[in-house]
């Protein structure tokens, strides 16, 4: 099902258990059911119709959103083994500790924003008629790592781009992680149908700029004094790649 794909439901209880699954991230289904107030059998019912359309999954018991991203990679060198892999619900605090690190050692607001909305909704991953928003993230042992992150409104104008953001905390840099992290996040947008992804970073975040530039993506606009920081004005650079 394609993310820009409206969401037909066709039973308006089948909608309403969608939407607060994809609320919540995952959750156990009788909590579901319970908290909708549908009736067991009717509830089943619907559930089964869900999965069969492939907008929901059932993983360790808990009721999740289906979204095809693809499996886990695993990635060896000579000082590091990580991985990367499609984010879970489950990796929420990870995701949200390692963007704040990253943002508050490089100024990343952008990434901050992301970060402030997902703590505040406690889900991850959206993906309904308004918005799509996934994840992947980088993992030595259980610690996240890094991330990218790619949001994309439902709109038929913009439906096309999509935002992205991307980061590795310090003392996992210099393995190649966020180049492995950019490559998957575009490569996921590419095959949902998003033809330009793009993001936004202060003009004083230079290594974050020099990234970008080394993987292709190019400056559309700055925009001056966009940002107060420090009692500082900083310039916002907008970059971009098309996919």
Known sequence: MPLSEALEFGHDDRRRIYEYVERHGAVDPESVRAGL???????????????????????????????????????????????IRPARQEDLSGIVGAIRQVAEERTYIEAETVADAVDHEEALLRHNEVESRMFFVATVGAEVVGWVHLNAPELDK????????????????????????LSRGLEWAASNGYERVYQSVPSTNEEAIAFLEAHDWETEAVREDHYKMNGDYVDEVMMAIDL
């Open 37 to 83: 107030g549908i009736d067991p059998s009717g509830f089943r019912h619907h559930v089964a119709i869900l999965k069969r359309d492939d907008r929901l999954e059932v993983d360790d018991g808990k009721l999740r959103v289906t979204i095809d991203a693809g499996a886990e990679e695993e990635y060896v060198t000579s000082d590091l083994e990580f991985r």
């Open 158 to 181: 913009l439906s096309h781009t999509a935002e992205l953001t991307v980061g590795v905390v310090e003392e996992y840099r210099g393995y190649g992680i966020g180049s492995h992290l």
